[in-house]
């Protein structure tokens, strides 16, 4: 942020770095919706489901119409929304410890399908935009 960034993501993905919360699924599952927010928005994330995030107060306030998912595909909508107008993002390494107790809140299909349904708003969203 201090670098003039307006979102920096810790990537659990990036350089090395680990989550030590994942599990094959849920690290397929991440890789796969990464994937498709780069395919469809133009985007080289390395991790767009983290929620380690820091953002420029300005820029947020700009977004945050925009910004209307809640639970855990907020992290995603964040990101597309920040790339598609325009803002600096950058993402920089960072561990995921394992969790400490409790349990996981994310329900695996659920919360997939959440998240490509998402994927699909944003992107007619954006498309519907450029046209006008």
């Known amino acids: 942020i201090e670098e003039g960034y ?4 810790a990537s659990r993905y990036k350089d ?3 989550s030590y919360d ?7 599952g991440n890789h796969m919706f990464t994937f498709l927010t780069n395919i469809m ?3 080289s994330y390395t991790d767009t489901l983290v929620g380690y995030r820091a953002y420029r107060k300005e820029s947020y306030n700009k977004l945050k119409s925009d910004l209307d998912s809640d639970g855990l595909s907020w992290p995603l909508q964040g990101a ?3 790339a ?3 803002f600096k993002v950058c993402e920089i390494p960072g561990d995921e410890p394992k969790r400490i107790g ?6 695996i299909f659920g919360t997939g399908l959440e998240i490509l349904f998402l994927i699909i ?4 969203k954006m498309k519907r935009n450029k046209r006008k």
């Open 16 to 18: 090395g770095a680990k």
């Open 41 to 43: 928005f133009g985007t």
């Open 84 to 86: 598609i107008k325009g």
């Open 22 to 28: 994942d599990t094959i699924i849920t690290a397929f």
């Open 121 to 124: 708003r944003e992107y007619v």
């Open 102 to 107: 409790g349990h996981r809140k994310m329900k």
């Open 6 to 9: 307006d979102l920096v993501i």
């Open 80 to 82: 597309i929304q920040f």
